[in-house]
């Protein structure tokens, strides 16, 4: 973290996100922290659906409780790669790297635990 004129820099992965209302002791209120189970499994499916270009699917079309990889949904290390970007900057948590993050993309239920459990601290 390093100080930047008025701003302050947080470092999120290889992205630098600026909040200046950090400096200033405001909560962070660019993130849903209000968000239910039923919120984040719904606005998940259709970040998944948009932002990994699944054709033919339609949020409703995935299950909560399938695997995301191989003959589940059948998302490759690529996909992985975006969808933990995609969850970082849409819900503000951090997806650990390599190993520590399989648990997490095992389903969309695991998602939503791992994003719900982050966000309560």
């Known amino acids: 973290m390093a100080w930047n004129g008025l701003a302050y820099q947080a470092r999120i992965g290889a992205r630098e996100t600026w909040r200046p209302w950090l400096l200033y002791g405001l ?7 209000h968000m239910d189970a039923a919120d984040v499994r719904k606005q998940l499916k259709e970040l998944m659906v948009s932002e990994l270009n699944l054709e033919g699917k339609a949020p409703s079309d995935i299950d909560d409780a399938g695997p995301l990889f191989g003959d589940g949904l059948g998302l490759d290390s690529l996909d992985a790669l975006q969808l933990a970007m995609t969850i970082e900057e849409s819900f503000g948590v951090r997806i650990p790297d390599g190993a520590e993050a399989r648990p ?4 969309v239920n695991a ?9 309560a601290g």
Do not use: C
């Open 111 to 119: 998602i939503v635990e791992y994003i719900l459990q982050t966000m």
């Open 104 to 107: 997490i993309f095992a389903s």
């Open 27 to 33: 909560r962070d209120t660019s993130y849903p922290h």
